[in-house]
Protein backbone atom coordinates (compact mmCIF):
# COMPACT_ATOMS: atom_id res chain seq x y z
CA UNK A 1 0.00 0.00 0.00
CA UNK A 2 0.85 3.63 -1.16
CA UNK A 3 -0.80 4.56 1.79
CA UNK A 4 -1.98 8.67 1.79
CA UNK A 5 0.09 10.46 -1.70
CA UNK A 6 -0.14 14.29 -2.19
CA UNK A 7 1.03 15.87 -5.10
CA UNK A 8 2.67 18.41 -5.87
CA UNK A 9 5.13 18.43 -3.24
CA UNK A 10 6.38 21.90 -4.11
CA UNK A 11 4.26 24.92 -5.71
CA UNK A 12 4.68 28.53 -6.27
CA UNK A 13 1.48 30.47 -7.06
CA UNK A 14 1.43 34.04 -8.16
CA UNK A 15 -1.79 35.82 -6.67
CA UNK A 16 -5.20 35.24 -8.36
CA UNK A 17 -4.15 32.04 -9.72
CA UNK A 18 -6.30 28.96 -9.20
CA UNK A 19 -4.51 25.11 -8.33
CA UNK A 20 -5.49 22.05 -6.97
CA UNK A 21 -3.29 19.58 -4.31
CA UNK A 22 -4.07 16.21 -4.85
CA UNK A 23 -4.35 13.60 -2.21
CA UNK A 24 -5.11 10.00 -2.37
CA UNK A 25 -5.45 6.73 -0.66
CA UNK A 26 -5.26 3.19 -1.04
CA UNK A 27 -6.39 1.92 1.98
CA UNK A 28 -10.58 2.16 1.66
CA UNK A 29 -10.63 4.83 4.02
CA UNK A 30 -13.86 6.37 4.58
CA UNK A 31 -13.00 9.78 6.32
CA UNK A 32 -10.23 11.84 5.00
CA UNK A 33 -9.82 15.37 5.57
CA UNK A 34 -7.57 18.61 4.76
CA UNK A 35 -5.22 20.40 7.21
CA UNK A 36 -2.88 23.67 6.53
CA UNK A 37 0.07 23.82 9.17
CA UNK A 38 1.44 27.44 9.85
CA UNK A 39 4.17 28.02 12.47
CA UNK A 40 2.86 28.40 15.65
CA UNK A 41 -0.66 27.41 14.99
CA UNK A 42 -0.66 23.75 14.74
CA UNK A 43 -2.66 21.69 11.81
CA UNK A 44 -6.28 23.76 11.45
CA UNK A 45 -9.10 21.65 9.59
CA UNK A 46 -10.10 23.17 6.22
CA UNK A 47 -12.69 20.98 4.91
CA UNK A 48 -13.55 17.04 5.77
CA UNK A 49 -15.70 14.25 4.12
CA UNK A 50 -17.31 11.38 6.11
CA UNK A 51 -17.38 9.32 2.93
CA UNK A 52 -18.04 9.38 -1.18
CA UNK A 53 -20.12 12.80 -1.69
CA UNK A 54 -20.31 13.90 1.73
CA UNK A 55 -17.82 17.05 2.75
CA UNK A 56 -18.03 19.51 5.24
CA UNK A 57 -16.43 22.60 6.21
CA UNK A 58 -13.67 22.70 8.88
CA UNK A 59 -11.94 25.74 11.33
CA UNK A 60 -10.73 27.49 7.99
CA UNK A 61 -12.40 26.64 4.89
CA UNK A 62 -12.50 30.06 2.84
CA UNK A 63 -10.69 30.33 -0.11
CA UNK A 64 -11.10 26.17 -0.63
CA UNK A 65 -13.12 24.28 -2.40
CA UNK A 66 -13.06 20.03 -1.91
CA UNK A 67 -14.78 17.13 -3.66
CA UNK A 68 -15.06 13.56 -3.01
CA UNK A 69 -16.43 12.15 -6.06
CA UNK A 70 -14.71 8.66 -5.13
CA UNK A 71 -13.44 6.86 -1.87
CA UNK A 72 -9.46 7.30 -3.20
CA UNK A 73 -9.32 11.27 -4.16
CA UNK A 74 -10.00 14.37 -2.23
CA UNK A 75 -8.78 16.94 -3.70
CA UNK A 76 -8.43 20.27 -2.51
CA UNK A 77 -9.02 23.62 -4.82
CA UNK A 78 -7.78 27.25 -4.19
CA UNK A 79 -9.93 29.20 -6.30
CA UNK A 80 -8.07 32.32 -6.29
CA UNK A 81 -5.04 32.15 -4.67
CA UNK A 82 -3.74 34.47 -2.29
CA UNK A 83 -0.35 35.15 -0.19
CA UNK A 84 -2.53 34.37 3.41
CA UNK A 85 -2.73 30.75 1.82
CA UNK A 86 1.32 30.18 1.86
CA UNK A 87 1.42 27.23 4.13
CA UNK A 88 2.26 23.23 4.23
CA UNK A 89 -1.16 21.40 3.35
CA UNK A 90 -1.56 17.99 4.84
CA UNK A 91 -4.26 15.13 4.00
CA UNK A 92 -5.25 12.35 5.87
CA UNK A 93 -7.83 9.63 6.17
CA UNK A 94 -8.69 6.91 8.30
CA UNK A 95 -11.58 4.15 9.23
CA UNK A 96 -14.34 5.85 9.87
CA UNK A 97 -14.80 8.38 12.30
CA UNK A 98 -17.12 9.32 15.12
CA UNK A 99 -18.05 9.33 18.61
CA UNK A 100 -17.50 6.46 19.39
CA UNK A 101 -15.22 4.83 16.59
CA UNK A 102 -11.96 6.77 16.17
CA UNK A 103 -9.08 5.31 14.53
CA UNK A 104 -5.45 6.31 13.39
CA UNK A 105 -5.69 9.06 11.10
CA UNK A 106 -2.82 8.58 8.30
CA UNK A 107 -1.13 11.61 7.08
CA UNK A 108 0.42 12.63 3.57
CA UNK A 109 3.72 13.79 3.45
CA UNK A 110 2.50 17.39 2.97
CA UNK A 111 2.39 19.98 -0.20
CA UNK A 112 4.60 23.42 0.94
CA UNK A 113 2.48 26.04 -1.16
CA UNK A 114 3.57 29.69 -1.64
CA UNK A 115 1.73 32.28 -3.02
CA UNK A 116 3.55 35.65 -3.98
CA UNK B 1 -7.42 25.81 17.66
CA UNK B 2 -9.02 27.29 20.93
CA UNK B 3 -11.02 24.49 21.47
CA UNK B 4 -7.99 22.34 22.60
CA UNK B 5 -4.98 24.20 24.26
CA UNK B 6 -1.34 22.64 24.60
CA UNK B 7 0.95 23.82 27.01
CA UNK B 8 4.00 24.85 26.88
CA UNK B 9 4.29 26.47 23.72
CA UNK B 10 7.59 25.53 23.75
CA UNK B 11 10.32 23.26 25.95
CA UNK B 12 14.24 23.53 26.15
CA UNK B 13 15.42 20.29 28.57
CA UNK B 14 18.49 19.22 28.69
CA UNK B 15 19.37 15.60 27.64
CA UNK B 16 17.84 13.10 29.95
CA UNK B 17 15.65 14.95 32.04
CA UNK B 18 11.68 13.65 32.18
CA UNK B 19 9.09 16.36 30.88
CA UNK B 20 5.56 16.82 30.67
CA UNK B 21 3.16 18.04 27.91
CA UNK B 22 -0.52 19.17 28.16
CA UNK B 23 -3.32 18.80 26.17
CA UNK B 24 -6.38 20.50 27.57
CA UNK B 25 -10.05 21.27 26.78
CA UNK B 26 -13.41 23.02 28.55
CA UNK B 27 -15.20 20.11 26.26
CA UNK B 28 -14.90 16.54 26.80
CA UNK B 29 -12.51 15.00 24.19
CA UNK B 30 -13.24 12.02 22.17
CA UNK B 31 -10.29 9.77 20.48
CA UNK B 32 -7.20 11.84 21.47
CA UNK B 33 -4.35 11.67 19.22
CA UNK B 34 -0.62 12.39 20.16
CA UNK B 35 1.49 12.78 16.85
CA UNK B 36 4.96 14.13 16.68
CA UNK B 37 6.63 15.94 13.50
CA UNK B 38 10.12 16.45 13.26
CA UNK B 39 10.92 20.17 11.64
CA UNK B 40 9.94 20.21 7.74
CA UNK B 41 8.58 16.36 8.04
CA UNK B 42 5.63 14.76 8.15
CA UNK B 43 3.69 13.14 11.24
CA UNK B 44 4.17 10.40 13.20
CA UNK B 45 1.19 8.86 14.96
CA UNK B 46 2.32 8.17 18.44
CA UNK B 47 -0.96 7.16 20.62
CA UNK B 48 -4.45 7.32 20.68
CA UNK B 49 -6.26 7.43 23.66
CA UNK B 50 -10.44 6.83 23.88
CA UNK B 51 -11.12 5.98 27.38
CA UNK B 52 -11.27 8.23 30.92
CA UNK B 53 -8.26 7.10 32.57
CA UNK B 54 -6.48 5.37 29.68
CA UNK B 55 -2.92 5.54 29.83
CA UNK B 56 -0.63 4.07 26.90
CA UNK B 57 3.05 3.79 26.79
CA UNK B 58 5.80 3.26 23.59
CA UNK B 59 9.35 3.55 24.66
CA UNK B 60 10.09 6.02 26.97
CA UNK B 61 6.72 8.18 26.06
CA UNK B 62 3.73 7.78 28.14
CA UNK B 63 0.33 9.50 27.50
CA UNK B 64 -2.93 9.71 29.83
CA UNK B 65 -6.48 10.72 28.98
CA UNK B 66 -7.65 11.79 32.45
CA UNK B 67 -10.72 10.32 34.11
CA UNK B 68 -12.83 13.45 32.92
CA UNK B 69 -11.81 13.62 29.57
CA UNK B 70 -11.07 16.81 29.59
CA UNK B 71 -7.51 16.88 29.08
CA UNK B 72 -4.29 14.80 28.25
CA UNK B 73 -0.39 14.42 29.07
CA UNK B 74 2.20 13.01 27.36
CA UNK B 75 5.31 12.14 29.26
CA UNK B 76 8.82 11.62 28.19
CA UNK B 77 11.07 9.61 30.18
CA UNK B 78 15.29 10.42 30.28
CA UNK B 79 14.98 12.94 26.94
CA UNK B 80 16.94 12.77 24.01
CA UNK B 81 17.94 14.59 21.11
CA UNK B 82 15.87 12.39 18.71
CA UNK B 83 12.55 13.31 20.83
CA UNK B 84 13.30 16.85 19.36
CA UNK B 85 10.41 17.90 17.63
CA UNK B 86 6.73 19.34 17.44
CA UNK B 87 3.84 17.63 19.57
CA UNK B 88 0.45 17.49 18.04
CA UNK B 89 -2.34 16.65 20.23
CA UNK B 90 -5.88 16.09 18.50
CA UNK B 91 -9.33 15.34 19.45
CA UNK B 92 -13.20 14.89 18.30
CA UNK B 93 -15.20 16.90 20.46
CA UNK B 94 -18.85 16.50 21.67
CA UNK B 95 -22.19 14.74 21.51
CA UNK B 96 -23.03 13.81 18.08
CA UNK B 97 -19.62 14.20 16.62
CA UNK B 98 -19.19 12.60 13.28
CA UNK B 99 -16.01 13.34 11.21
CA UNK B 100 -14.17 17.33 13.09
CA UNK B 101 -10.59 16.27 14.39
CA UNK B 102 -9.28 19.52 15.89
CA UNK B 103 -5.40 19.89 16.93
CA UNK B 104 -3.71 22.16 19.27
CA UNK B 105 -1.36 24.56 18.38
CA UNK B 106 1.84 22.34 18.82
CA UNK B 107 4.64 21.71 21.43
CA UNK B 108 8.19 22.46 20.31
CA UNK B 109 10.26 20.76 21.81
CA UNK B 110 14.46 20.98 21.98
CA UNK B 111 16.60 18.58 24.01
CA UNK B 112 20.35 20.02 24.49
CA UNK B 113 22.77 17.11 24.87
Known amino acids: NAGVTQTPKFQVLKTGQSMTLQCAQD?????MSWYRQDPGMGLRLIHY???????DQGEVPNGYNVSRSTTEDFPLRLLSAAPSQTSVYFC???????????????FGPGTRLTVL | SQELEQSPQSLIVQEGKNLTINCTSS?????LYWYKQKYGEGLIFLMM?????EEKSHEKITAKLDEKKQQSSLHITASQPSHAGIYLC???FGSGNTGKLIFGQGTTLQVKP
Open chain 1, 92 to 106: ASSQTLGRSSYNEQF
Open chain 1, 27 to 31: MNHEY
Open chain 1, 49 to 55: SVGAGIT
Open chain 2, 27 to 31: KTLYG
Open chain 2, 49 to 53: LQKGG
Open chain 2, 90 to 92: GAG
